[in-house]
T-cell receptor
Framework: DAKTTQPPSMDCAEGRAANLPCNHSTISGNEYVYWYRQIHSQGPQYIIH???NNETNEMASLIITEDRKSSTLILPHATLRDTAVYYC?????????????FGKGTKLTVNP | ETGVTQTPRHLVMGMTNKKSLKCEQHLGHNAMYWYKQSAKKPLELMFV???????ENNSVPSRFSPECPNSSHLFLHLHTLQPEDSALYLCASSQVLSNEQFFGPGTRLTVL
């Protein structure tokens, strides 16, 4: 079972920041938070991951609360091409053979 | 373009047919995965291969038979499928010690 809870859908205006929340209240100390997204009819795409510090890359920022029970993915300037299902996943370690357990995710719609 | 290709992109087959899905990665990775995505369901991990050895079979029926002849290629052999096996089949690859899986575009399978 997925160990995360996300809202089923969100809307965002083009050019504005999109803030996608994720609850993972049962996360263990050695579990990372990963974010992937899936644009319609394509395979999922890795976005970012973190353990306890905030992280930023060219796609997004990840803010993890101090107690690590929740996190927020921030797309700073959303575009129409960011319309997708966003998945928040917790996973142990850094081994590539660890299972990615996908939940239902959040369907983000970026509106013009 | 993620560096992971899948063929065919679309496949229609009868329940008595035998067909194969092919996945190829051009990233030098050593772990490969098969996922299934049914309509309105989360992605489900089917098989994991590390260094050409199967390390995970997620209780997949025997009518699905994976093959990994080398680190760059992964096949999924299909025989006597059922209509409920109709789904998007996704291949992914990663380094065994990497956090990031790269997904192919998927094969849309329809079983009549």
């Amino acid at each position: 079972d997925a160990k995360t809870t996300q809202p089923p859908s969100m809307d965002c205006a083009e050019g504005r920041a999109a803030n996608l929340p994720c609850n993972h209240s049962t996360i263990s100390g050695n579990e990372y938070v990963y974010w992937y997204r899936q644009i319609h009819s394509q395979g999922p795409q890795y976005i970012i991951h973190g353990l306890k510090n905030n992280e930023t890359n060219e796609m997004a920022s990840l803010i993890i609360t101090e107690d690590r029970k929740s996190s927020t993915l921030i797309l700073p300037h959303a575009t129409l091409r960011d319309t997708a299902v966003y998945y928040c996943i917790v996973r142990v370690g850094q081994g590539g053979s660890e299972k990615l357990v996908f939940g239902k995710g959040t369907k983000l719609t970026v509106n013009p | 373009e993620t560096g992971v290709t899948q063929t065919p992109r679309h496949l229609v087959m009868g329940m008595t047919n035998k067909k194969s899905l092919k996945c190829e990665q051009h990233l030098g990775h050593n772990a490969m995965y098969w996922y299934k995505q049914s309509a309105k369901k989360p992605l489900e991990l089917m098989f994991v291969y590390n260094f050409k050895e199967q390390t995970e079979n997620n209780s997949v029926p025997s009518r699905f038979s994976p093959e990994c002849p080398n680190s760059s290629h992964l096949f999924l052999h299909l025989h006597t499928l059922q209509p409920e096996d109709s789904a998007l089949y996704l291949c992914a690859s990663s380094q065994v010690l990497s956090n990031e899986q790269f997904f192919g575009p998927g094969t849309r399978l329809t079983v009549l």
